[in-house]
């Protein structure tokens, strides 16, 4: 059974403030989640990590752009030529909180046509779903443009209230 909206904040709260941490630095988080998460009340996911992973023989570089419904919140750059870009949630960049119809991506070539990046762009990002599950959604062949739900329907996550 999916946590409330309150519940699942909570728990995230405690997983990013640590085992040490004072009431204090808890309430704290929760009070960050609770007002940077949109309103919705079920199907609320947290992003974790994101990595991309560039696998092209030549240069070939690009910015992901990540938005929570109109908001940018996250660009990522990486050169395709054997690069590797990796966000982790920290304390002072903290997670994401997101459905799954409200958080995009947009891949911006910064060189040539971006028609072929896709075949050499790979990696992920890890979700954690209302009920405290993780997820690992591939990036391997997304498009131009897409939103989480579209990852999590790629992947074959059935079990997400989307």
């Not at 007002?35 to 092209?56: F, K, R, S």
């Amino acid at each position: 059974m999916s946590l409330s909206r309150r519940e699942f904040i909570r728990n995230l709260a405690v997983l990013t403030a640590g085992a040490a941490a004072l009431p204090e630095q808890i309430l704290a988080f929760e009070k960050l989640y609770t007002v940077n998460a949109v309103p919705d009340v079920t199907g609320l996911v947290a992003i974790t990590d994101i990595t991309l992973i560039g696998t092209a023989s030549v240069s070939k570089p690009l910015l992901m752009n990540f938005h929570n419904e109109s908001v940018q919140e996250l660009v990522l750059g990486l050169n395709c030529f054997g690069g590797i870009m990796r966000w982790l949630a920290v304390p002072s960049d903290p997670i994401r909180l997101t459905t799954p119809k409200k958080f995009r991506y947009e891949i911006i070539s910064l060189g040539d046509e971006i028609s072929d990046y896709f075949s050499y762009l790979n990696g992920g990002m890890r979700i954690i779903d209302q009920d405290m599950k993780q997820h690992f959604l591939s990036f391997k062949g997304i498009h131009k443009t897409g939103t989480l739900e579209d990852l999590i329907k790629k992947n074959g996550l059935t079990s997400l209230t989307l």
